[in-house]
């Protein structure tokens, strides 16, 4: 973790304002996205980005609602209401403990790097489209049109100035965080000006106190539990998804190793209570993460401080923050999507395998187009499957020693669910001599699979009346063939030290 001197207390401070900053329109805007009240979404971010900071396993990582919880949400609440939503919010908490105690988190180090590349970039996009539905204003007949005239024109310029700040104040001085001088300069010029734009108020009021403890106002029933299991086993799925990815993310950035398992504690009681006070939960938020991180706080100073500022708006700052113009915190989120962005990726056209590149570009549109728990599933299946097609392919089967009375197979490769096909096909026992050897010196059984392989195998050469010897498999395989047993060659000098991947073993 980052040490804490008064210059890194400083920075952390400064960055943790300004990601509070950012936070409060998207909590506002997922709140609606899921048809609760503002401060739904804002008390979720307060509690899960306090608690998380706290006892989480990546300081620097900011946590809160998130519009990927959000749009699950939603149809629980327009079918049963806010309260069994509470009530799945504090199940989901329970199941992410769960996979803690199970330590699942670990598994994250199986995604492959063409998912994890197309995770960002999908996310950068959706981050970037997100914002274009501040641009929408509600009509007479309760619908939506896109803002028209000095308007549009007036939120542009803004947006493009805020841009421009946070480009250049870095150039002039880094005393204070790009983002917030600009969210503030942009701010002062508005209010001062009189300039007629959109606000932070016109999303709805964040005024309120603090969060009052409820148990969820539902029947303890099975009928309950069928309601609201399948929306948080999704929730949480999604949550320590997008929470662990994002952690790997900034563990590449900084050259540092977060604590998958510990996140997914944090995060699971994070939300537990969350749901008894009244919020939405929340997962890691990649965009005010990636704010966070360029601004150089890695501490856990800075989300304990994103909290705490924004209780302080809800409770004392309503009124100025209500007055901070849309543009502003638009421009800042624009930032992010390009930063966060892997313009890089572009390069590797041509470069690296055609898979990869499919890979990538499948989980950023899955990403965009649905949500990141299916492009990430989706993702790790392709790549999966590619990479036991690659391998299967790799088996060779060629003869050593031939000669009328005895020839001799050597077997290359991973011999798995996938290559056993390919194993079998070289093998004709009616057409071999009486004698057979069939050398794995340079051949690995990974599965169950490979090991049925081999036993029929033998069981093909017994048939045929033909003399079959296996060398140079390893103690696991002796254990576990059965009808090859006698048939198995053991040198203990020469033998590959390796273990038989199977589920009798574990």
Sequence with gaps: MQPLTVQTAKTNVLSGLTVALAMVPEAIAFALIAQVSPLTGLYAAVIVAFITSVFGGRPGMISGATGALAVVMVALVVDHGAQYLFATVVLMGVLQLFFAAARLGKFIRMVPYPVMLGFVNGLAIVIFMAQFSHFKVPTDDGGMQWLQGTKLYTMLGLIALTVALIYLVPKLTRAVPSTLAAIVIVSLGAIGLGIDTRTVGDLGSIAGGLPDFSIPAVPFNLETLKIVFPYALILAAIGLIESLLTLSLIDDMTDTRGRANRECAAQGAANVITGFFGGMGGCAMIGQSMINVNNG??????????????????????????????????????????????????????????????????????????????????????????????????????????????????????????????????????????????????????????????????????????????????????????????????????????????????
């Design 297 to 506: 706080a890695l501490h856990r100073l800075s989300g304990i401080t994103t909290a705490l500022f924004l209780l302080s708006f809800i409770l004392f700052g309503s009124a100025l923050i209500e007055r901070i113009p849309l543009a502003a915190l638009i421009g800042v989120m624009f930032v992010v999507a390009e930063k966060t962005f892997e313009w890089g990726s572009f390069r590797l056209f041509g470069k690296v395998p055609k898979t990869d590149i499919f890979v990538g570009l499948l989980v950023a549109a899955v990403t965009v187009v649905a949500d990141l728990a299916i492009a990430v599933v989706v993702g790790v299946i392709v790549s999966a499957l590619n990479f036991a097609w690659q391998h299967a392919k790799r088996v060779r089967v060629s003869v050593e020693v031939d000669d009328a009375d005895v020839r001799t197979y050597g077997v290359e490769g991973t011999l798995f669910f996938a290559s056993i096909a390919n194993f079998q096909e070289q093998f004709s026992p009616n057409s071999d001599p009486a004698q057979v050897i069939v050398d794995f010196r340079n051949a690995r059984l990974m599965d169950h699979s490979a090991i049925e392989a081999v036993n029929a195998l033998t069981e093909r050469y017994l048939r045929a009346g033909k003399q079959l010897r296996l060398r140079h498999l390893s103690h696991d395989c002796l254990e576990l063939l059965d009808k090859a047993r006698g048939m198995i060659e053991l040198n203990y000098a020469e033998d590959p030290r390796y273990r038989v991947a199977d589920d009798k073993l574990a």
